[in-house]
């Protein structure tokens, strides 16, 4: 059943919320022997829940599955960030955007996985990996490779919470074949996400149509006072989409995906974008580790999550948590990030990254004084095997994200939605707009 | 862009920062990625930034005040429910020195 049409049934009390939230919740505990899409399953909390909202519907989500990333906390749910140094972490709060979506009646019912802290392109770099749906030797994608993975399975109305920094949301989407919008940085609060990069980071829907996407997204968005990037601004009400732009550089990839997604635009001109082409990358990447070494700083042990037996002084104890928890590519992290914010390389590569971000961002906000959507596919590829991701370097897994991190790094809104499938494989198209302009991706009539 | 030579030393002093200790076998590992990584990322120096601000947000923003009173916020016992390191109402830590 669709998302609106069982709202609409839970309002007239024509289905049963408590069936639903069960039937759910069996379905991914199924799934979840043999996909990981789930960290964590919230029964318990759901079920009850459930009850409650069965007996007074109220809301415009009453009686919806949510499933959350990991990375957003949930009061009493384990909050991993799909990170072994927060295992047992129950947070004594709730993300504001989590919370919008509760006090609209919707139910958590999991935890989704993901990169560890969303250090990844493929949601490998976790204890649990999600399989693709469309294939289980393939990966989901990632980040947020667990919600994209049980969105496209679940066989019930269901919407996911996702979040993005460098390309988490639409990546996923692409890989397994559903809708994925990045919103506009600052528009849905970051407070309560276990940060990885904080000028990056952004929270957004991951849904089966767009008409799911929006609604969740009306929901989630709109300015907290209890965080201090989030924007006073609304989307804008224009939503007329005049001139459609194709971004040129991002067609030098696979023919079968440029002639797929050429296939699904009807009238559009080419646009360059070297700038974007040559420097998103290094650019994100630098920002993205700065940033991240600062927020994994407060990992140690001592408040929350990983604990050892106090033994030695400070520099022993943290050191040895941290050690022994993160994984490789959080440790590569940390340690980029924190040499290139060191005294001596901070302005060659931190501050250097800061300002080649200014050129990228004009360079899209000139494209926009001609164009209303710029379009690309979301990945150059379709979702690759377990096998074949394990044997590529850390620098060919940062590569993958070559058509995502501009927009990301200009903190643009962006949609992935599937263009059709090349041998059984989904392949996304991507949608790029400028700030707030969420309804010109939400409204037209795409693909 | 500053030439730097990457070595196990220069590694092991960066970890150090933060915190980290790394086996052997993962400083021999490390060595060459975060090298080549390097290398690649050094392609930002050509880009053009002689009199270009930097953007430390995607969008501008502004300081966000608000009015100096007391809101609600955990209590002690949500604020330590987490740990297992406390005593007295406090998180105990290890030795400083």
């Known amino acids: 059943m669709k998302v609106k049409e069982y709202l609409k049934e839970v309002k007239n009390k024509k289905v049963s919320v408590v069936d639903t939230i069960s039937s759910i919740l069996e379905e991914a505990k199924k799934l979840n022997k043999e996909y990981n899409y789930f960290n964590t399953i919230s029964e318990n909390q759901a ?62 019912i999991g935890k989704t996985t993901q990169d560890e802290f969303g250090f990844g392109s493929f949601s490998i770099n976790t204890e649990l990996k999600p399989k693709n749906p469309y294939n289980k030797d393939r990966v989901c994608g ?43 940085y600052g528009l849905v609060s970051r407070y309560g996400l276990i940060d990885y990069a904080s000028s990056l980071d952004k929270i957004g829907p991951i849904a089966k149509t767009i008409e799911d996407i929006q609604l969740m997204l009306s929901v989630i968005s709109g300015y907290d006072p209890k965080e201090s990037t989030s924007l006073k601004d609304n989307p804008k009400k224009d939503s007329k989409v005049k001139e459609i732009a194709i971004i040129k550089e991002s067609l030098n990839i696979n023919p ?47 408040r929350y ?22 994984s490789k590519e959080a440790k590569r992290r940390i340690i980029l990030g924190t040499f290139a914010r060191m005294a001596g390389f901070r302005d060659a590569y931190y501050l250097k990254a800061m300002k080649v971000r200014s ?44 058509l995502t991190a501009g927009p990301n790094l200009a903190g643009l809104p962006h949609l992935s939605v599937n263009a059709g499938f090349i041998e059984k494989m989904p392949v996304g198209i991507m949608y790029i707009t400028n700030h707030l302009e969420e309804n010109k991706l939400l409204n037209a009539k795409l693909t | ?59 501008e923003i502004k300081n966000v005040y608000r009015e100096d009173k007391v809101e609600p916020s ?24």
Request: with cysteine; net charge positive; aromatic share 8%.
């Open chain 1, 142 to 184: 990632g980040s947020s490779g667990g919600a994209a993975g049980f969105t496209a399975i679940t066989k019930h109305p269901h919407i996911a919470i996702a979040e993005s920094t460098g390309g988490s949301i639409v990546n996923p989407a692409s890989f397994c074949g559903v809708a994925g919008l990045c919103p506009t």
């Open chain 1, 359 to 402: 050129l990228i961002i004009e360079e899209y906000k000139k494209a926009f004084k001609k164009f209303d959507i710029l379009i690309s596919p979301t990945m150059p590829i379709t979702a690759p095997k377990f096998s074949e991701v394990n044997k590529l370097t850390p620098l060919e897994n940062y590569m993958m994200d070559a």
């Open chain 1, 47 to 108: 079920l009850q829940q459930a009850k409650l909202i069965e007996k007074n519907p109220k809301g415009k989500l009453a009686g919806l599955p949510i499933s959350v990333k990991d990375c957003l906390c949930v009061k009493d749910i384990e909050s991993t960030a799909g990170s072994k140094i927060l295992k047992g972490y129950k947070p004594p709060f709730t993300a504001t955007a989590v919370q919008k979506a509760i006090n609209e009646g919707a139910i958590v």
């Open chain 1, 256 to 302: 079968e995906i440029k002639d797929l997604i050429l296939s699904k635009v009807e009238k559009y001109e080419l646009i360059s974008l070297p700038t974007v082409k040559k420097y998103s990358i290094p650019t994100y990447y630098l920002i993205a580790m700065a940033e991240a070494s600062t927020n994994l700083a407060r990992y140690c042990g001592l």
């Open chain 1, 305 to 326: 999550g990983l604990h050892q037996e106090l033994k030695g002084n400070f520099d022993d104890y943290f050191s040895s948590v941290r050690s022994s928890a993160f």
């Open chain 2, 1 to 59: 862009m500053v030439w730097l030579k990457l070595d196990k030393e220069l590694i092991q002093k960066v970890a150090k920062n933060a915190r980290l200790s790394l086996t052997e076998s993962e400083i021999k590992e490390f060595l060459p990625q975060l090298k080549e990584i390097l290398d690649s990322f050094s392609e930002i120096d050509k880009a053009p930034t002689k009199n270009v601000k930097p953007s430390f947000q995607p969008l």
């Open chain 2, 74 to 97: 955990l209590t002690q016992e949500e604020a330590l429910a987490n740990t297992q390191h406390k005593e007295k109402g406090f998180f105990k830590g290890p030795r400083a020195i």
